[in-house]
Every structure is written in C-alpha cells, then in structure tokens.
C-alpha cells in the first residue's frame, strides 16, 4: 500500500496563491522518513523542539518559532536539513497550485461548466485536488505494480474538509479505478 499525506496552504480566502503539497511513499518509507524527521527537530543544536514544522511559521517566526526566539540562522539550518532529508529518501513528492487571481478571470459561463457534477472543477480548491489526485494514481501506475492508496489530508476547518470527502468519494465511487484508492482520512500534522 502507499501512504500519502497532504497538507493545503493558503486555502483561506483571498490568497493569491492556493496550493496542496505533500509526499506519497511505502508504509516503511514513510515510518522511517518520520523517526528521521523527529530526530532532526529533536536535534539539541535548535533552541527548542518543535511540535510541528510548517514553513510559513519558520519564514515568518511565527509560532513556536517566535515563542523559541528561533534566529534566522538556526530557521535556515532547519529547513535545509528536513529538505536533504526529503531529497534523500524515497518519497515521492507532489504538489499542485492554482493562481487564484487568474481563476477568478475565468467567466461566469465557464465556470459553470467547470462545476458541474461530472466535472467538479469550479473552485481553486477542486483544481489543486483534481491535479494532486491524478499525481497519485500516475505513481502508482508507474510503479508497474498493484497497489492500493490511502491518504492523510491534515486536519483543516470542516468546510474544506467537507469538500475533500465529497471529491475524494467521487474518486472512489464513480470512476473506474478498481481497489486502487481505497481509502482517506484527517489528521493532526503533529
């Protein structure tokens, strides 16, 4: 089975730039990326450990990150140690995103079509998970192997997560992909 676990950013209202991004791997992949993760945010080097990484809150010293009195110094030595770590492993990464100044250009008529039920494209949002949906199941076609996907979305307001089951239920009830994308879930990133 692969895992995946995806996390939104800017998914509020009025960003410019609405994305999903997240890593899709083998259950011992994904452990072990994990235990290296937390060893790494463990590290005594860091002024404090965190509970979580989220890259807005690093860029911005925000957070734990601001209670921790992070420097910049220490932030950048972070980031680039969980990035070798990522670039090292066998995660396969994946990401979507939409400019939503653009897609708001879009006219009334075509966006109509956009959110039909057959289509479900008339939002930001739908197009980020439509593209990261597609990312998983070429994955796992690639792979040359069957296998079935279960995928973690983090834990968002109920709105979003409402419109992740629905299109994530569309996935697995009304296209054809057999026992391929068996399952989906919330959870805390922590």
């Known amino acids: 089975m692969l895992f995946g676990f995806m996390d939104g950013s800017a998914t509020h209202n009025g960003s410019r730039v609405m994305g999903i991004a997240g890593s899709i791997g083998e259950e011992a992949e994904m452990l072990a990326l994990h235990s290296k993760w937390n060893l ?3 590290d005594n080097k860091y002024p404090t450990r965190l509970s979580e990484f989220h890259m807005y809150d690093c860029v911005t010293v925000f957070k734990e990150f601001l209670e921790g009195r ?4 220490e932030r950048l030595t972070l980031y680039g140690e ?20 653009a897609f708001q250009q879009i006219s009334a008529e075509d966006l109509e079509v956009l959110s039909q039920d057959r289509v479900q494209l008339g939002t930001p949002l739908d197009v980020c998970f439509h593209m990261i949906t597609q990312q998983i199941l070429r994955a796992v076609n690639e792979s040359g192997r069957e296998k079935t996907i279960g995928v973690i979305f983090d834990k968002d307001n109920k709105a979003r997560e409402g419109r992740f089951s629905e ?10 992909l057999g026992d391929m994308f068996t399952g989906y879930g919330f959870a805390d990133s922590r």
């Open 82 to 101: 969980l990035c070798d770590l990522l670039m090292s492993s066998n995660i396969r990464p994946i990401g979507a995103s939409v400019a939503t100044d």
């Open 40 to 42: 790494i945010l463990e």
């Open 167 to 176: 299109l994530c239920d569309r996935y697995i009830s009304q296209y054809y």
């Open 70 to 73: 992070w420097t910049f110094a």
